[in-house]
């Protein structure tokens, strides 16, 4: 019989000596970002007129909004088409998603020239430009999923609030507007939940637009007109995968025990959406005649390679296995190959791939960018341990509570 779980925060110790480190990697990061914004895009990375792009939108950005996807794969899933048993997973997934997304639009934020019109979208509409509506919707969506991480917000200081000093008279009010905003959301919230999936579908395949617009400066490897169909389906096909990943993962680090049996219900998904991924993407390479370029040994087949057979060919033969769908160890390696394939596949895109007519010099990224996206990834993981450690985000054990106690439990805190 499967043990009752509740959302619950996490009893950790923050500052860990792993903790430390990745806090180092953080504050490496900061002061490079803070050169970019004093001393401009020049004094840190190797971007120039030919190469306006490079790690931080082919990384931070691209690979960003892709391997956030388990927030709109398993809403849909938890709440659209009603599968209860995975709504234990639905949290971790959303705080993943917002801080992923959160990071997306410091990446942009970082990595236009002038900063400091990021407005500008909001104002000027230019509704014939993939970025601009990638731009809104990422903007769009990020709002959104704030809204939805909302209720857990409120769940956790209604009947707590204690403001100090003389601000403690405005206690009840807080609390009585805090189970007023509570309740509203709790009416309203299947409407944010369908615009997110709406949404992150709409902007996952225009970033495949936006390669599309490329033409001739991408290599026909990836060059090719149903792109933003491929982005979509690999975005959709690693949701799964991050979500399994990042729950083995926060289980191992927070002494905690893995639901296995949700993540080998969650694990039966992936091998059918990798399944079309492929059959999408080998069927455009034959109408195509893109196979022969896989012909001349150079950086760009052998990169094409490494991505189709080591992120997509291997993991779906993974996960078409019950025996690695049933155990934790096969769950998280196959997990990490198909995010390793889709991250691949956004930097072949974005950076690989994409080549300017008249190239002067190689782009190579440079220690700062690399620094500022370590970076980046840093702050996710310590704001992620922090959400956890005073949020009831990840489900525990109810010690002592059964499924059936389950519904008498919920009957007598009404």
């Known amino acids: 019989m499967r043990q009752y779980t509740e959302p619950a925060p996490v009893k950790i110790k923050y500052f860990t000596p792993g903790v430390i480190v990745v806090c180092l990697v953080a504050l490496n990061g900061f002061f490079f970002l803070m050169g970019r914004f004093i001393f401009g895009l020049g004094a840190v990375t190797n971007l120039n007129n030919q190469y306006p792009w490079g790690l931080w939108i082919g ?13 709109f794969t398993t809403a849909a899933l938890g709440h659209i088409f009603h599968k209860d048993k ?6 971790p997934a959303l705080l993943t998603a917002m801080l992923g997304y959160t990071f997306v639009a410091f990446g942009v934020f ?3 020239g002038r900063w400091y019109y990021i407005w500008h979208p909001l104002i000027f509409w230019n509704h014939t430009s993939p970025l601009f509506e990638v731009g809104i919707c990422v903007m769009t969506y990020l709002t959104v999923l704030y ?15 204690n403001l100090p000093g003389v601000l403690s ?11 007023a905003l509570d309740r509203g959301l709790d009416k309203t919230m299947f409407i944010f939940i369908i615009a997110g999936v709406v949404l992150s579908c709409l902007h996952q395949s225009s970033l495949g637009t936006l390669m599309v617009i490329a033409g001739s400066k991408m290599h026909p490897l990836w060059e090719t007109p149903v792109l933003p169909l491929l982005f979509l389906l690999s975005a959709i096909a690693v949701g799964f995968p991050m979500v399994i990943m990042e729950s083995i993962t926060a289980s191992h ?6 639901e296995k049996e949700t993540l080998s219900g969650l694990a039966n998904f992936i091998g059918p959406l990798l399944g079309i991924y492929l059959a999408f993407k080998i069927g455009d390479m034959a109408i195509r005649n893109t196979f022969r370029y896989l012909t001349e040994f150079n950086l760009q087949s052998v990169m094409f390679t490494i991505e189709i057979v080591v992120g997509f060919i291997v993991p779906f033969r993974m996960f078409m296995s019950k025996a690695i769908r049933e155990s934790i160890t096969g769950m998280y390696i196959a997990s990490l190959l198909v995010i390793f394939g889709v991250f691949l596949n956004r930097f072949n895109n974005f950076i690989v791939a994409y080549k300017p007519p008249y190239i002067l010099k190689q ?9 500022v996206t370590l970076g980046f990834i840093a702050m996710e993981i ?26 008498e439990i919920k009957g007598a805190t009404k």
Request: no cysteine; glycine share 8%.
């Open 110 to 112: 970082t990595d236009i």
């Open 86 to 91: 995975y709504e234990e997973i639905t949290r």
């Open 59 to 71: 990384i931070d950005v691209a690979a960003g909004v892709a391997l956030a996807a388990g927030g």
């Open 382 to 407: 310590l704001l992620y341990r922090l959400f956890v450690k005073y949020f009831p985000i990840i489900s525990q054990p109810k010690t002592g509570v059964t499924p059936s106690a389950k519904f």
């Open 169 to 179: 008279k405005l206690n009840r009010t807080v609390d009585k507007l805090l189970r």
């Open 363 to 371: 782009y190579f990224p440079s220690f700062g960018e690399v620094s």
């Open 147 to 161: 809204i939805e991480f909302l209720p857990i917000v409120t769940k956790k200081f209604i009947g707590h609030v």
């Open 253 to 258: 680090s927070f002494g905690l025990k893995p």
